[in-house]
């Protein structure tokens, strides 16, 4: 168990909707860190988060967005949804952005139908 | 952009033997540097990490190499066992984009009994 929670496990939806994943990273942790890895692919950088603040941005689609919380949880909102998003959205956090490994949840799988 | 590649997407082996991962990155500035391991349905584990100050690091039945000359990056796996099974991801931090981690596309092991 790496003490970062991811909700809701896994997800089914519909073209054209929109879904908020959320993520409670490890205990004392400042860095949230959101992944997306479709299937059989490898892990693409959305963005990441620390102590609140939006600290590096990849991939992300302009659908997508992203918060870090003051409680320092974080949620992914997928909105118009299309059936190229269905993946495993991963989220990690860290103690601070560089500070050495990073702890995975065990993701939250979307299925777009 | 600049990205941590995979040499080999699939790699088999026989129980026992030892396992070869490489992988090149082309980002200078990263200067450290994550393996993870990724069994089916779970999130991406840390393995072994090394820092650019070192070329060898070694880990229980594991070790990476690092030769920064030619930018590549390998992870060893001593007597490969079936738990070995997974996808192996190296990951380098990008220290000139926040300390950003990003993840090459991933190897998968097979170890054949």
């Known amino acids: 168990d790496s003490g970062v929670t991811q909700t809701p496990k896994h997800l089914i939806t519909a073209t054209g909707q929109r879904v908020t994943l959320r993520c409670s990273p490890r205990s004392g942790d400042l860095s949230v860190y959101w992944y997306q890895q479709s299937l059989d692919q490898g892990l693409q950088f959305l963005i990441q988060?620390?102590?609140?603040?939006?600290?590096a941005k990849g991939n992300i689609l302009e659908r997508f967005s992203a918060q870090q919380f003051p409680d320092l949880h974080s949620e992914l909102n997928l909105s118009s949804l299309e059936l190229g998003d269905s993946a495993l959205y991963f989220c990690?956090?860290?103690?601070?952005?560089?500070?050495?490994?990073?702890?995975f949840g065990e993701g939250s799988r979307l299925t777009v139908l | 952009g600049e990205s941590v590649g995979l040499h080999l997407p699939t790699l088999s082996v026989q129980e026992g033997d030892n396992s070869i991962i490489n992988c090149a990155y082309s980002n200078s500035a990263s200067d450290y540097f994550i393996w993870y391991k990724q069994e089916s349905g779970k999130g991406p584990q840390f393995i072994i990490d090394i820092r650019s100050n070192m070329d060898k690091r070694q880990g229980q039945r594991v070790t990476v190499l690092l030769n920064k000359t030619v930018k590549h990056l390998s992870l060893q796996i001593a007597a490969t066992q079936p738990g070995d099974s997974a996808v192996y991801f190296c990951a380098e931090n990008m220290r000139d984009n926040n300390n950003d981690m990003r993840f090459g596309a991933g190897t998968r092991l097979t170890v054949k009994p």
């Open positions: 990690a956090s860290s103690p601070t952005p560089g500070s050495g490994e990073l702890f």
């Open positions: 988060y620390y102590n609140g603040e939006e600290r």
